[in-house]
């Protein structure tokens, strides 16, 4: 049974940092950070497709970083240097193990969501 469990969110101020986890059960070829902030669309902000591959939004190069920790089946979603403008609801999705993940492939499987909010 498919597992996605994120945690890490919380209230912040401008130039704090954030670490947000998502642990997925069984396994997972991709996996990415999306966020969606109140009246605004869907944004794609970091993806990792095993082991090393990795894409981010423009917006957070040089201050976000997506890792994994194979062990754990967790992927952390690092965010250093937070502006206001980061304000959303981050959610994790995964594709399974064995499917061929590439930047571009769609999303299956998706968590709940946990809130960042950066105060100025």
């Known amino acids: 049974q498919v597992q996605l469990v994120e945690s890490g969110g919380d209230s912040v101020q401008a130039g704090g940092s954030l670490r947000l986890y998502c642990a997925y059960t069984p396994s997972w070829s991709c996996m990415g950070w999306f966020r969606q902030a109140p009246g605004r669309g869907r944004e794609e902000v970091a993806r990792?497709?095993?082991?090393?591959?990795?894409t981010y939004a423009d917006s957070v190069k040089g201050r976000f970083t997506i890792s994994q920790d194979n062990a754990e089946n967790i992927v952390y979603l690092q965010m250093n240097s937070l502006k206001p403008e980061d304000t959303a609801m981050y959610y994790c999705a995964a594709e399974p193990a064995g499917v061929y993940c590439t930047p571009w492939r769609a999303f299956t499987y998706w968590g709940q969501g946990t809130q960042v909010t950066v105060s100025s």
């Open positions: 990792i497709i095993k082991y090393d591959r990795t």
